[in-house]
Each structure stands twice: as structure tokens, then as C-alpha cells.
């Protein structure tokens, strides 16, 4: 157990649906990252949050967005969803303050299916 | 950006064989090094890490050493079980923690 929470496991919705996906990091962890796994994009960085600021950002769609609440818990907001955005959605989370990278611990992830 | 060019898959190898999976990488500043691996139907676990030049990370019976000069960090095993089979992943990490991963290399073992 990686002590990373990612719920829901499983979602199914339609097009154009509305999503939101919950992550708690490990007890301790500042930071929240979020990932997207497809077969055909493999494993994609999509944004950092650091303690409630967002610290990075990588490959995100407009129509999704991000947020790290005072409780440190990160939220995925997924909207108009298409068929391609089927995936696995991982969060992680790290100490993940400046100097040395240290490692991210995995959620089991999300696995988000449009129909 | 930071990229990272991994062995091309998938690896299939029969049990007790010797594993070598390539890893290049490209980043700015001075990463550390992970390499991660994901079971089916799992998320993905930090199999070992590397923080600076020359260092050799270490677990499981793999093995993997920064190379700073040639920028890679290949994983190797002398002897690979069935239990091995999952997905690999090489990854630079660089401040603040964010991880660039590569495209991953599945293997495969057979008894």
C-alpha cells in the first residue's frame, strides 16, 4: 500500500459528461501530482499542485482542470468528455518541496471509461 | 523538455535469464533517477532510484547506475523469474519532484 487514495476506481459516463476524481496523498506529502495512462500516449504528466499552488503543468486539456484543497486532498476536474479520454488516471504524491527530486508514491488510479 | 527514450518492447525472456532494459534520458538541471514498474492491474511502485552521478541503485535483484556522461541509466537483473512479468518504466526526476517517464518496456518471462 503506497498510503496514495484515488477514488473512484472505476467510472463509467457518457460524452460530453462531467467528472471529478479524488486523490489523497500520503500523510506528509506536500505534493499532488496527476497522470494520464493510455495505450497510445503512455503515461503523461498532466499538473503538479505543491501545497495548494499549482507547480507545473504538462500535456492538460483546457476542458480539465485541477485543485489541492487546505487538507492537502487534489481533485481532477474532467469535463465535456470524449471517447479519447478514456484512460487510467494515477495521482502521486511526494515531499516534493525544492532540492533534491525524491521519489512519488502511486495511487492505484482511476480508470475512467466514456461511452 | 525532459524526455526519455526507453528499450523498445516488449522483452520476452525465458526464467533465469539476464534482463538488460536501456534507458536514455534528457532533463534540465541535475535529476535523480527512478526507475518504476507496474504489475497488471496495479499502479505503478518505485522499484529503485539513483540521486547522483555514479551512484548504483539497488532492489529486488535489480540493479541500475547513474551514468551522467552518457546520460542513461539501464536496469539489469542477472535472473529473472515469472514474478518479474509487469510493465518497466524509467524516469527522471527533476525539482520539486516531477517525473517525466518514458514509454515503458513490457516483459514478459516464461518458465
Known amino acids: 500500500d503506497s498510503g496514495v487514495t484515488q477514488t473512484p476506481k472505476h467510472l463509467i459516463t457518457a460524452t460530453g459528461q462531467r467528472v471529478t476524481l479524488r486523490c489523497s496523498p500520503r500523510s506528509g506529502d506536500l505534493s499532488v501530482y496527476w497522470y494520464q495512462q493510455s495505450l497510445d500516449q503512455g503515461l503523461q504528466f498532466l499538473i503538479q499542485?505543491?501545497?495548494?499552488?499549482?507547480?507545473a503543468k504538462g500535456n492538460i486539456l483546457e476542458r480539465f482542470s485541477a485543485q489541492q484543497f487546505p487538507d492537502l486532498h487534489s481533485e481532477l476536474n474532467l469535463s465535456s468528455l470524449e471517447l479519447g479520454d478514456s484512460a487510467l488516471y494515477f495521482c502521486?504524491?511526494?515531499?516534493?518541496?525544492?532540492?533534491?527530486?525524491?521519489?512519488?508514491?502511486f495511487g492505484q488510479g482511476t480508470r475512467l471509461t466514456v461511452v | 523538455g525532459d524526455s526519455v527514450t526507453q528499450m523498445e518492447g516488449p522483452v520476452t525472456l525465458s526464467e533465469e535469464a539476464f534482463l538488460t532494459i536501456n534507458c536514455t534520458y534528457t532533463a534540465t538541471g541535475y535529476p535523480s533517477l527512478f526507475w518504476y514498474v507496474q504489475y497488471p492491474g496495479e499502479g505503478l511502485q518505485l522499484l529503485l532510484k539513483a540521486t547522483k552521478a555514479d551512484d548504483k541503485g539497488s532492489n529486488k535483484g535489480f540493479e541500475a547506475t547513474y551514468r551522467k556522461e552518457t546520460t542513461s541509466f539501464h536496469l539489469e537483473k542477472g535472473s529473472v523469474q515469472v514474478s518479474d512479468s509487469a510493465v518497466y518504466f524509467c524516469?527522471?526526476?527533476?525539482?520539486?519532484?516531477?517525473?517525466?517517464f518514458g514509454q515503458g518496456t513490457i516483459l514478459t518471462v516464461h518458465p
Open positions: 502521486a504524491s511526494s515531499v516534493g518541496s525544492g532540492g533534491r527530486p525524491t521519489e512519488a508514491f
Open positions: 524516469a527522471p526526476g527533476t525539482s520539486y519532484g516531477k517525473l517525466t
Open positions: 499542485y505543491y501545497n495548494g499552488e499549482e507547480r
